[in-house]
């Protein structure tokens, strides 16, 4: 099984991207800039785990990494889409986009959609989305969506965001089985740069890296996973809630954001069909 992970060089993406290497899965990662830390994770695999440098928060590298890897590839079979980051002050790139939200939010949206012709020349495609929050709610105001957040409320958009994301594309023609995960709150390092709040729930409640990846790895390798994907609290099944499912309107705003942000088009498939005719 070819395994892709995003922030697969540290954290929970490293210990998840070692332990699926020792099970004798093809496993690439697409982490940071920092290639001493991505080689020493291919010299730590020997040589078991393909390492793709690119810095998540920047649109233009996301698009860059994607093309390599399409043209490397000629399938993948499952796509983990893992990265996150947290920053307590909203830091913008020339476009005005926090490159925070694009870590913990848009990076998931361009890959899901750069990279699903691969993802549909396997047999058994799925995609794990991790970093999800099970409630709706998404401040969508165009001026405002993926701008001008800090701290927890960027995180907190971002999570709600992918959840959303992840229950839709189910619902539609994306033809491929999306599971999101919350595998617990999970002391990455992030908090040390958060508030007292932040540090006293890691000290009473986070669970470590390698406890969150073993969650992972159960949920990505589980022969019975529910079909039109799932939602994971740890690694039991949990419904949606109505504040993601009853809300078909935000997740079409989402959508519309998203490719405007990501400057990208309508993909042919998930336009409506008198704009699919116009493409074809």
Known sequence: MRVLIT????GMGQQL??????????IDVIGGTDQVRGMNLVA????RIRYYPA?????????????????????LDRLVLNAGVYQRQSLLDEKGVDKAFVVNYLHRFMLLLLLRPLLLC?????VLINGCANFGGVELDSSIFGRRYQGMKGMTEALRANALLAYWLNTGDYGIDVDAINPGYVNTGMQRQGGHLMRLMTHWFAISPQHAAEKIRQVLTAPDLPSRGGYFNGVKTSRYRHSVTGRPDDFARLWEQSLCLAEMREPVWAAPVDIQLQQA
């Open 17 to 26: 991207a070692m332990r699926l290497s020792a099970d004798g899965h093809e």
């Open 44 to 47: 730590l695999s020997r040589g």
């Open 7 to 10: 922030g697969g060089t540290s």
């Open 122 to 126: 396997s047999e058994n495609p799925r």
């Open 55 to 75: 810095d998540l928060g920047n649109i233009g590298d996301i698009k860059r990494v994607a093309a390599e890897y399409f043209h490397e590839c000629n399938s």
